[in-house]
């Protein structure tokens, strides 16, 4: 299986910050990468997809970058509604893999 | 609206069997690949399954193979997880989802999931 290594774990930032997540792939992946949020209690929700496409309904502060191996999300002005849970995952193999999650918190 | 709602989740003894259901509705069920993730409490995402549009072709984690199964009904547009032998380690938050292709696949839309607790 691919394993998908993300950074930092976790992470404190303040409202107005820009954040960067990085999340790289145990072999090229190309561009079959994906990023979504999960907020507590709530399901994931897609952000980026193809590493670098916003989804539909996607606030634009969001944007995704990378191929190969290493992949970064970034958020260029954190809002109080972006601190929540992020995952990145491959789509490459027929067996999808997660990073293990970064959790962004209130500084 | 599109949306897909599981149910079937509950509490198990290990050893035991469960299906899981996920119901389509607002789109062409029959059009799409369908997934299951799950989430342990306090833990990330893990894929543990996939069918494709016409349910000829699966492919499991390696950790539920043998004991979970996945199918889907098109005529009724619901997906299914029949889950037998169940452990401890099976206790999760288990969530459908549709897989979308646009230069690559994605999990377009997620369930809200549902908690399956196998526990004595």
């Known amino acids: 299986d691919i394993q998908m290594t993300q950074s930092p774990s976790s992470l404190s930032a303040s409202v107005g910050d820009r954040v960067t997540i990085t999340c790289r792939a145990s072999q090229s992946i190309s561009s079959y990468l994906n990023w979504y949020q999960q907020k507590p209690g709530k399901a994931p929700k897609l952000l980026i997809y193809a590493a670098s496409s916003l989804q539909s309904g996607v606030p634009s502060r969001f944007s995704g970058s990378g191929s190969g191996t290493d992949f970064t999300l970034t958020i260029s002005s954190l809002q109080p509604e972006d601190f929540a849970t992020y995952y990145c995952?491959?789509?490459?193999?027929?067996?999808?893999?997660f990073g293990q999650g970064t959790r962004l918190e209130i500084k | 609206e599109v949306q897909l709602v599981e149910s079937g989740g509950g509490l198990v003894q290990p050893g035991g069997s469960l299906r899981l259901s996920c119901a389509a509705s607002?789109?062409?069920?029959?059009?799409?690949?369908m997934h299951w993730v799950r989430q342990a409490p306090g833990k990330g995402l893990v894929w543990v399954s996939r069918i494709n549009s016409d349910g000829s072709s699966t492919s499991y984690a390696d950790s539920v193979k043998g004991r979970f199964t996945i199918s889907r009904d098109n005529a009724k547009n619901t997906l299914y997880l029949q889950m037998n032998s169940l452990r401890a380690e099976d206790t999760a938050v288990y969530y459908c989802?549709?897989?979308?292709?646009?230069?690559?696949?994605?999990?377009?839309?997620w369930g809200q999931g549902t908690l399956v607790t196998v526990s004595s």
């Open positions: 607002g789109f062409t069920f029959s059009s799409y690949w």
């Open positions: 995952q491959q789509s490459y193999s027929t067996s999808i893999t």
């Open positions: 989802a549709r897989d979308t292709y646009s230069s690559g696949w994605y999990l377009s839309l």
